[in-house]
T-cell receptor
Framework: GQNIDQPTEMTATEGAIVQINCTYQ??????LFWYQQHAGEAPTFLSY??LDGLEEKGRFSSFLSRSKGYSYLLLKELQMKDSASYLC??????????WGAGTKLIIKP | GAVVSQHPSWVICKSGTSVKIECRSL??????MFWYRQFPKQSLMLMAT?????????EQGVEKDKFLINHASLTLSTLTVTSAHPEDSSFYIC??????????????FGPGTRLTVT
């Protein structure tokens, strides 16, 4: 079957680093997306990985291991505005996205 | 680029009435659009996948006669909540795929419509 797993909630301190993990099982694989969703708003695109390795984009980085069915989103120098839900989504066969339930990230001062 | 709009952004309606929500891709053609629903503090739930010119595919548990989806053109899909009840109050979000470009499955989201049924 197809499945995406990510932690339900994480807490981190302002200025620190946090890593949000995601494991996936899909029939067919065309890449892994991370989206950010603030409360009451629609998701916004953060990153896309299709090859193994780390993609860095400012304070945010995303990693993919296709052989392990594993990805993580790394957030550095955390700011209060980073408090949000982070959604992991795998692009499966026919490029249909399979969504994780999201990880709620709470940033404390 | 890849902008998706939704209208209205919020709506309040009385129980038993119908509400139509529009989703438009403003600068690209979207052969496939998606409708999601999100209750407070819960995750995004896919309701249906809408393909231009054909019938929508509904997820298990979503009543197709209650949530009518029409995707009449490459830039517009509509969701009509018929005979709305208070339990239909939710945040409805659409997204679209740009299959004309380098499609990797990315979905571009509209800003969402908050529906309150009284």
């Amino acid at each position: 079957g197809q499945n995406i797993d990510q932690p339900t909630e994480m807490t981190a301190t302002e200025g620190a680093i946090v890593q949000i993990n995601c494991t996936y099982q899909t029939s067919g694989f065309n890449g892994l997306f991370w989206y950010q969703q603030h409360a009451g708003e629609a998701p916004t695109f953060l990153s896309y990985n299709v090859l193994d390795g780390l993609e860095e984009k400012g304070r945010f980085s995303s990693f993919l291991s296709r052989s392990k069915g594993y990805s993580y989103l790394l957030l550095k120098e955390l700011q209060m505005k980073d408090s949000a839900s982070y959604l992991c989504a795998a692009s499966g066969s026919n490029y249909q996205l399979i969504w994780g339930a999201g990880t709620k990230l709470i940033i404390k001062p | 680029g890849a902008v998706v709009s939704q209208h209205p952004s919020w709506v309040i309606c009385k129980s038993g009435t119908s509400v139509k929500i529009e989703c438009r891709s403003l600068d690209f053609q979207a052969t496939t659009m998606f409708w999601y629903r999100q209750f407070p503090k819960q995750s995004l739930m896919l309701m249906a996948t809408s393909n231009e010119g054909s019938k929508a595919t509904y997820e298990q548990g979503v009543e197709k006669d209650k949530f009518l989806i029409n995707h009449a053109s490459l830039t517009l899909s509509t969701l009509t909540v018929t005979s709305a009840h208070p339990e239909d109050s939710s945040f409805y979000i659409c997204s679209a795929r740009d299959v004309g470009g380098n499609d990797r499955g990315e979905q571009y989201f509209g800003p969402g419509t908050r529906l309150t049924v009284t």
